[in-house]
């Protein structure tokens, strides 16, 4: 009987303790993806009246803003975020982009055509 209860107990504590370390390992993998990475900036909504491919997958983009009206000139590059990556930056596009105002790195950058399929 002895040998029993001891099989019985250690298999429940091997159950237990599984269980334990799978929520455990679980728990640390979600906070990796639950954390925010914000990046602050300025928001531009307007159109696209220039574009200047300086590097593959790298352009120099001019937006008018729609409620200034002034120009701002944009870098968006592979670490900006778009919707699709594969959609290039085209003239009368219409855009709402989040930038930093310091270097005008486009943080990310929405064209119509991206909204539209």
Do not use: C
Not at 25 to 53: C, F, N, P, T, W
Request: aromatic share 6%.
């Amino acid at each position: 009987m002895r040998p029993i209860s001891k099989v019985i107990g250690l298999t429940f504590l091997t159950v237990v303790f599984s269980m334990g370390m799978s929520t455990l390992a679980l728990s640390v993998d979600r906070e990796v993806y639950d954390k925010q990475d914000v990046q602050s900036g300025k928001i531009i909504k307007g159109k696209v009246m220039k574009v200047d491919e300086k590097f593959p997958q790298s352009w120099n983009v001019s937006v008018k803003d729609q409620e200034t009206g002034e120009i701002v000139i944009l870098h968006v590059d592979k670490t900006t975020a778009r919707k699709d990556i594969m959609l290039k930056p085209d003239l009368g596009d219409n855009v709402v982009a989040k930038y930093n105002q310091q270097n005008n790195h486009a943080v990310s950058f929405l064209t119509d055509q991206a909204i539209n399929r």
